[in-house]
């Protein structure tokens, strides 16, 4: 039977002790390797930067057509963009808006080193 991995809440920036200060618990190891490994993927690396530079939100149809692949496949990787908690997203109409959560990042650079930011 497959072992079922733990859930746990990323809608808020990741907070705890920096990595570099402390040895971490279980519980903090497993919050930071969620969040990296939702940037662990070239697409929503690409995504991400697209988001911070253009300025505005964006729809999912403007950003498939950045990055070149379907809307489904850009609908699924933002998807863990915005579980990880990096994205915002907000319906309008028919569109889906989305746009980054600067203090997200923020946050986890300052847990992976204090010194960062």
Do not use: W, Y
Not at 12 to 32: E, G, K, Q, W
Not at 55 to 64: D, I, W
Not at 90 to 116: F, I, K, W, Y
């Amino acid at each position: 039977m497959p072992k079922t991995l733990p859930v746990i809440d990323m809608t808020d920036p990741v907070c705890c002790a920096p990595v570099a200060s402390t040895p971490a618990d279980d519980a903090t190891a497993l919050d930071v390797a969620l969040r990296l490994k939702a940037l662990a993927d070239p697409v929503r690396v690409k995504l991400l930067s697209q988001l911070f530079t253009c300025g505005e939100p964006c729809t999912t149809g403007s950003l498939a057509s950045t990055v070149g692949l379907a809307e489904s496949t850009v609908s699924h990787h933002l998807g863990q963009l915005r579980t990880a908690g990096f994205i915002s997203s907000e319906r309008q109409g028919m569109s889906m808006h989305h746009s980054p959560r600067r203090e997200a990042l923020t946050a986890l650079c300052r847990v992976l080193d204090p010194n960062c930011c």
